[in-house]
Structure formats: C-alpha cells, structure tokens
C-alpha cells in the first residue's frame, strides 16, 4: 500500500494494524478499512487485537490475534461474517485502483478491465528483463528477492541493473559479483551486491558507485514526491 493509505488505516485503527497491510495493493485500503470498521464494531475486546492479512490466489483473508478464547459466539460469528465479506469483496475490488475487478481473476490478480491489461504487460516486462539480467543474478533457486519494484523506480533500477551488467561483461566477470537483494523500503531503494575475493577493486569501486548514485536518486525521488503531496 502506498504511504497515505497506510497512514490513513493507522490513524484510525492503530492498533488493529499488523504490519502485514503495508504489501497489500493500494487499491483494497477502502475494503481493510471497512473490514477494520467492522471488527472494532464487535466490540469489548477487540482492543487487545491485532489484524494479519494474507493475500491468497483466490481472494484477501484476514487473521485476528490472539485467538480469542473469551469472545462470545456472536462474536466470534461477526468476525467470520467480517472476514467473509472482505474476502468476498477483495475478488471484486481491483488491486491498483478499487473499482470493480474481472471475475474470476486472472493470473496476475483482482484488477479493473484497464489495469488487468496493465498487469499482464508488467508481468511480461518483469520476466523479460529478469531474463535479461540474470548474468548478474544469483542461480534462480538461491534467489530470495525479486525485481518487482514499485512502477516509478522500475527505470531506475534495471537501467543500474543494465549497467552493472555491462561493467561485469565487458571486464569478463560473469558469475564473479551477484546483486543479492533489490529492496525498497519507505521508498527508499537499496541494492546490496556481493564479490568474490579475486573481483578487482577498481571495477568493484565503478559498481558501488552505480548502486550509490541508484540509491541516491531514489532518495531524490522520494522527497520529491512528498514535497509534492
Ligand atoms: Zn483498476
């Protein structure tokens, strides 16, 4: 979700919020916060809660901890119709935007006719450019991040990606440094790369400096973009 959606949840259900809202899609804020309404309407101890989402193939399913021994049957039957209705809700609300989405979904998710088309080209574009970089890529099976970064830094870091991959070429040091984790926290992107002991200093020094300058512009991004909200 993006930063506003998730301040706006946190406002006001705080501590109903798990961590886990901030990788649900933006476009189903309006369903969390209405499944939040529903819960804090069940009442006495929902205080004590807290409120773990897990995004299936098939819909969003929300988990309330602790297991709540002491709640009435009402209660706990309230809750499920809640957890119904959000699941229910979440195959027909499109992940980017929140209008309704196609169903039954397709295989990239819950999306609008628009974004649904939006959705498939990304995923082509993802899988392409993966194909693309995996010389400097960690073997698939080892891999444990993905290039599935949020739309406005995707420029960004493949075309660092790109260049990395250059550098690494046409020095002939293929499979001698991995880029082993693509991040993005808070917007921030971080890029952490590993080098064999015998990978030479100065060609080393020419990619911490490309991962820098990536790291930097994203940094740039960022307070652009909240200068500008
Ligand atoms: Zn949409």
Request: glycine letters at 6%.
């Amino acid at each position: 979700m993006q930063d506003k959606s998730i301040g706006l949840l946190r406002r006001e259900f705080g501590p109903l919020c798990h961590d886990s809202i901030n990788d649900l899609p933006d476009g189903w804020a309006t369903i969390v916060g209405e499944f939040f309404h529903a819960v804090e309407g069940i009442g006495d101890l929902v205080e004590a809660v807290s409120c773990r989402f897990e995004r299936t193939d098939s819909g969003l399913q929300a988990f309330v901890f602790p297991e709540m021994s002491r709640w009435h049957p009402e209660q706990m039957a309230a809750l499920q119709a809640a957890q119904r209705t959000l699941y229910g809700q979440s195959q027909t609300t499109c992940e980017t935007c929140g209008k309704e989405a196609i169903y039954p979904p397709g295989a990239n998710g819950f999306f609008c006719t628009e974004h649904d088309i939006e959705s498939v080209r990304n995923a082509e574009d993802l899988a392409r450019v993966t194909e693309e970089l995996e010389p400097i890529l960690p073997y698939k099976a080892l891999r444990r991040f993905s290039l599935d970064v949020p739309p406005h830094l995707r420029e960004l870091v493949f075309g660092t990606l790109r260049e990395i991959k250059e550098v690494v070429e046409r020095e002939n040091l293929v499979r001698h440094c991995h880029v082993m984790n693509v991040m993005v926290v808070d917007d921030q992107l971080y890029i952490r790369g590993r080098f064999r002991d015998s990978f030479p200093m100065s060609v080393r020094s020419d990619i911490d400096d490309l991962i820098r300058r990536a790291e930097w512009q994203s940094a740039e991004m960022a307070r652009g973009g909240s200068d500008a909200s």
